[in-house]
């Protein structure tokens, strides 16, 4: 914190604010400051600033968390850039216009996230990382769960991540986004394939193509592979009617197909796409 300024009421006033916003890095700050300093006031005003963090007014203060648009006294900065060095997440808390804090936030992998990323890659996907944190954070992170380094896309805003579906579409590509946030929206609306995580926001499933419902990343594997079982599928059934349908038409047409036997024929089509179909309730 800024000299002359307290630790318990820069997180009373932050996690207030944060309090009121789904975010991932918010629920952490407002969890933080429940348990350093108990109850938090109800925000009198709160509005959500996509890529640049929230802003409201708590207890008459104006209040912002995220990122501070000016220079920061020096004592703050070394600490925001001591903490993004070390691959944590920092955001500035200011109130009333001027910066008081650093809040640092360290990413938990989910011990799942690189099993996921494995996964992805098996099916013949390339595995991206697109994230609004800094590049020490995103490429600590992208280490861990071994995505390429030149596969990362750190510090962009929500239309900059729109800008980069839209490249990678550009170059022939379809484009798969799993995302959880309200900066993620508007990049899931634009991907071929949009996936929100269950555990997100509204906004990211509202315009999702699909929500995954549990908060696991080898969900999204999961589902690729079911879709892809689904469509052969659908082609199989496809080529079996068809088949028949260009076999059996010339032997009716000509007389030399009883009609009792292509009933029959026509009822274990039948029979042969639904059981066919039926066989996907196995997938695991």
Same mark, same amino acid.
């Given at each position: 914190?800024?000299d002359?300024t307290?630790e318990?009421?820069? =997180?009373? #006033?932050?996690?207030? *604010?944060?309090?009121?916003?789904?975010?991932? @890095? !918010?629920r /952490? +700050? &407002?969890?933080?400051?429940?348990?350093?300093?108990?109850?938090l006031?109800?925000?009198?005003h709160?509005?959500?600033?996509?890529?640049r963090?929230?802003?409201?007014?708590?207890?008459?203060h104006?209040?912002?968390?995220?990122?501070?648009p000016?220079?920061?006294?020096?004592?703050?900065?070394?600490?925001?850039?001591?903490?993004?060095?070390?691959?944590?997440?920092?955001?500035?808390?200011?109130?009333?216009?001027?910066?008081?804090?650093?809040?640092?936030?360290?990413?938990?992998i989910?011990?799942?996230?690189a099993?996921?990323?494995?996964?992805?890659?098996? =099916?013949g #996907?390339?595995?991206? *990382?697109?994230?609004g944190?800094?590049?020490? @954070? !995103?490429? /600590? +992170? &992208?280490?861990?769960?071994?995505?390429?380094?030149?596969?990362?896309?750190?510090?962009?805003?929500p239309?900059?991540?729109?800008?980069?579906?839209?490249?990678?579409?550009a170059?022939?590509?379809?484009?798969?986004?799993?995302g959880?946030?309200?900066?993620?929206?508007?990049?899931?609306?634009?991907?071929?394939?949009?996936?929100?995580?269950?555990?997100?926001?509204?906004?990211?499933?509202e315009?999702?193509?699909?929500?995954?419902?549990?908060?696991?990343?080898?969900?999204?594997a999961?589902?690729?592979?079911l879709?892809?079982?689904?469509?052969?599928?659908?082609?199989?059934?496809?080529?079996w009617?068809f088949?028949?349908?260009?076999?059996?038409?010339?032997? /009716?047409?000509a007389?030399?197909?009883?009609p009792?036997?292509?009933?029959?024929?026509?009822?274990?089509?039948?029979?042969?796409?639904?059981?066919?179909?039926?066989?996907?309730?196995?997938?695991?």
């Amino acid at each position: 914190v800024a000299d002359g300024t307290a630790e318990e009421d820069v =997180l009373r #006033l932050a996690g207030a *604010l944060e309090h009121a916003s789904e975010h991932p @890095v !918010a629920r /952490a +700050v &407002a969890a933080g400051a429940r348990k350093r300093v108990g109850g938090l006031p109800a925000p009198e005003h709160f509005e959500n600033v996509p890529g640049r963090g929230v802003r409201g007014r708590v207890d008459g203060h104006a209040v912002t968390v995220g990122r501070f648009p000016g220079p920061l006294p020096d004592a703050l900065a070394r600490a925001k850039d001591a903490a993004e060095a070390e691959g944590r997440t920092a955001v500035v808390v200011a109130l009333d216009g001027t910066a008081v804090a650093v809040l640092t936030v360290a990413d938990t992998i989910k011990e799942t996230s690189a099993e996921a990323v494995r996964d992805l890659r098996a =099916l013949g #996907l390339t595995p991206v *990382l697109l994230t609004g944190d800094n590049r020490a @954070v !995103a490429e /600590a +992170v &992208a280490r861990a769960v071994g995505i390429d380094a030149a596969d990362v896309y750190a510090e962009v805003l929500p239309e900059e991540k729109v800008a980069v579906v839209e490249r990678l579409r550009a170059e022939g590509r379809s484009v798969a986004m799993v995302g959880d946030g309200v900066n993620d929206a508007a990049a899931l609306a634009t991907a071929d394939l949009g996936l929100a995580m269950g555990t997100g926001t509204d906004a990211a499933i509202e315009a999702s193509d699909l929500t995954l419902v549990r908060g696991d990343l080898r969900v999204a594997a999961d589902a690729i592979r079911l879709a892809r079982r689904t469509l052969s599928t659908i082609r199989g059934n496809l080529v079996w009617a068809f088949g028949y349908n260009v076999a059996a038409l010339p032997l /009716a047409a000509a007389g030399l197909l009883n009609p009792m036997i292509a009933g029959a024929a026509m009822a274990f089509s039948s029979v042969f796409v639904v059981t066919n179909s039926l066989r996907l309730r196995a997938f695991s």
